[in-house]
């Protein structure tokens, strides 16, 4: 299973480990409960990635009553 290997949200990398962890507790594989377990932790104290700023605007506002040149 190779879904959420490119995961780039914490949060989403986050819910996909505690799934895996969940499912390999279900299965009695408590090491791979605990990798994953301790995977989601780690991506749960990452940032949030931020939002792309807007850059300045490309054109000049046009010259009026408002904004003399």
Do not use: W
């Amino acid at each position: 299973m190779d879904y959420g290997r490119h995961l780039d949200n914490p949060r989403a990398v986050a819910y996909y480990e505690a799934a895996l962890a969940n499912a390999a507790a279900q299965d009695d594989d408590r090491r791979m409960a605990t990798k994953h377990l301790a995977m989601s932790e780690t991506a749960i104290a990452k940032p949030a990635p931020r939002p792309a700023t807007p850059g300045p605007p490309t054109t000049p506002p046009a010259a009026g009553p408002t904004n003399p040149a």
